[in-house]
């Protein structure tokens, strides 16, 4: 498998929907409420630009054995980098609260106790027990919705009595507004009174931009062909089909590798998504329902509780001749999204020896995706960040 990192750009402002419709009436708007491409995006501008020439204007056989191989074709991420940085989302397990001189810090929810007496949903051994504050701790303020690896770290570790006071939040990609006219489809003139506005996303260097911040999109894929992955790949991604390039980093990032101080030393294990996932059970991965190894993993896991803060939706335009036009929408479990976990196996929760192994294979499945189709986790879908977690006593 040929392996690269590349660093996503844009050439002009990238539009990314959120799969609802907008309508072509006077002073509509179609807001790209998304400041990042969905995996499924990215994943479908990459196999365009890198093997049209594969799939169309060739043998109908040999089309459809690039078909077969590409479902070897593998896609991880992508990632918000703010400043150089990687911004992960902020894991969904922890609330705000106000801290010294009024600054915001974060403090865990942990599963409550055995008999709290609540009626959870099948599949969930307990609910998340927020931590007593007093009135003064308390704050209408939101934790920020990104961290840099820093924080992560911290964050993949609730435990009773934690506090972890987040730097200053980082700052959102800029966004640039247009406004646009509706034609008509078979004359080509402009539809009188039909005005409609839209706004792009721009990553672009500090030294290109009106902002003080750079901005990129970090993303590694993984090729079942021999051919080399070009230095750099020229797509159009997105609404309307936007100017985009993608430059190659190297074979590998600093960046992606595993946080050794996140990873758990228990059989208590803290899942978040860096990615949004799908599920067979909608918020809950069918591998646990099923009692089925982790993909990516090849170990099992008892689901103790969750944070999963609301769904997402992904659809997109089907660009093939066999699947041209809208697809159905798909139900996502959002990034951010923690699963507090015990790894098992045949006689209980592992212990002893088997921990070591435990630990090398989530530094393994460190943003491996952990969906449970094959068919998402090659388009990137579920991306795992691995912590740990301690019990209330």
Same mark, same amino acid.
């Given at each position: 498998?040929?392996?690269?990192?590349?660093?996503?750009?844009?050439?002009?402002?990238?539009?990314?929907?959120?799969?609802?419709?907008?309508?072509?009436?006077?002073?509509?708007?179609?807001?790209?409420?998304?400041?990042?491409?969905?995996?499924?995006?990215?994943?479908?501008?990459?196999?365009?630009? $890198?093997?049209?020439?594969?799939?169309?204007?060739?043998?109908?056989?040999?089309?459809?054995?690039?078909?077969?191989?590409?479902?070897?074709?593998?896609?991880?991420?992508?990632?918000?980098?703010?400043?150089?940085?990687?911004?992960?989302?902020?894991?969904?397990?922890?609330?705000?609260?106000?801290?010294?001189?009024?600054?915001?810090?974060?403090?865990?929810?942990?599963?409550?106790?055995?008999?709290?007496?609540?009626?959870?949903?099948?599949?969930?051994?307990?609910?998340?027990?927020?931590?007593?504050?007093?009135?003064?701790?308390?704050?209408?303020?939101?934790?920020?919705?990104?961290?840099?690896?820093?924080?992560?770290?911290?964050?993949?570790?609730?435990?009773?009595?934690?506090?972890?006071?987040?730097?200053?939040?980082?700052?959102?990609?800029?966004?640039?507004?247009?406004?646009?006219?509706?034609?008509?489809?078979?004359?080509?003139?402009?539809?009188?009174?039909?005005?409609?506005?839209?706004?792009?996303?721009?990553?672009?260097?500090?030294?290109?931009?009106?902002?003080?911040?750079?901005?990129?999109?970090?993303?590694?894929?993984?090729?079942?062909?021999?051919?080399?992955?070009?230095?750099?790949?020229?797509?159009? $991604?997105?609404?309307?089909?936007?100017?985009?390039?993608?430059?190659?980093?190297?074979?590998?990032?600093?960046?992606?590798?595993?946080?050794?101080?996140?990873?758990?030393?228990?059989?208590?294990?803290?899942?978040?998504?860096?990615?949004?996932?799908?599920?067979?059970?909608?918020?809950?991965?069918?591998?646990?329902?099923?009692?089925?190894?982790?993909?990516?993993?090849?170990?099992?896991?008892?689901?103790?509780?969750?944070?999963?803060?609301?769904?997402?939706?992904?659809?997109?335009?089907?660009?093939?001749?066999?699947?041209?036009?809208?697809?159905?929408?798909?139900?996502?479990?959002?990034?951010?999204?923690?699963?507090?976990?015990?790894?098992?196996?045949?006689?209980?929760?592992?212990?002893?020896?088997?921990?070591?192994?435990?630990?090398?294979?989530?530094?393994?499945?460190?943003?491996?995706?952990?969906?449970?189709?094959?068919?998402?986790?090659?388009?990137?879908?579920?991306?795992?960040?691995?912590?740990?977690?301690?019990?209330?006593?």
């Amino acid at each position: 498998m040929n392996k690269a990192v590349y660093s996503l750009s844009g050439l002009e402002p990238l539009v990314f929907g959120d799969a609802r419709p907008f309508a072509a009436a006077a002073g509509a708007r179609a807001r790209s409420t998304l400041e990042m491409p969905n995996p499924s995006t990215l994943y479908g501008a990459l196999v365009r630009a $890198l093997f049209r020439d594969r799939l169309e204007g060739v043998d109908p056989k040999l089309a459809e054995a690039t078909r077969r191989k590409l479902c070897d074709f593998l896609l991880h991420g992508p990632f918000l980098v703010v400043d150089g940085s990687v911004a992960f989302p902020t894991p969904a397990c922890w609330m705000p609260a106000k801290g010294p001189q009024g600054k915001v810090v974060a403090l865990p929810l942990l599963p409550c106790a055995s008999g709290d007496g609540a009626n959870w949903p099948d599949g969930l051994a307990s609910g998340l027990e927020p931590p007593a504050i007093g009135p003064d701790e308390q704050t209408k303020e939101a934790l920020p919705q990104r961290v840099p690896p820093e924080d992560l770290e911290r964050l993949l570790h609730p435990a009773p009595g934690g506090r972890v006071e987040t730097g200053r939040p980082l700052p959102n990609p800029p966004r640039q507004r247009s406004s646009h006219v509706a034609i008509h489809p078979t004359e080509g003139r402009a539809r009188r009174g039909q005005l409609y506005s839209e706004e792009g996303v721009r990553y672009q260097a500090a030294l290109l931009d009106d902002s003080p911040h750079s901005f990129e999109v970090l993303f590694e894929v993984e090729s079942p062909f021999d051919d080399e992955l070009p230095p750099a790949i020229e797509m159009t $991604l997105g609404g309307e089909r936007r100017n985009a390039v993608a430059r190659r980093l190297g074979d590998s990032d600093l960046r992606l590798a595993p946080a050794e101080q996140a990873l758990p030393d228990s059989a208590r294990v803290l899942l978040v998504l860096a990615t949004p996932a799908a599920f067979d059970e909608g918020w809950m991965p069918g591998w646990l329902k099923n009692d089925l190894p982790c993909p990516n993993v090849g170990v099992r896991f008892r689901l103790v509780s969750a944070a999963v803060p609301g769904f997402e939706a992904v659809s997109g335009w089907g660009q093939t001749e066999r699947n041209f036009g809208p697809k159905p929408a798909e139900w996502l479990a959002p990034a951010g999204s923690a699963y507090f976990l015990e790894a098992v196996g045949p006689s209980g929760p592992l212990a002893g020896p088997d921990l070591a192994d435990l630990r090398r294979r989530l530094a393994e499945a460190w943003l491996k995706p952990v969906s449970d189709s094959s068919k998402f986790r090659r388009k990137g879908f579920g991306a795992a960040l691995w912590g740990s977690w301690t019990p209330v006593a």
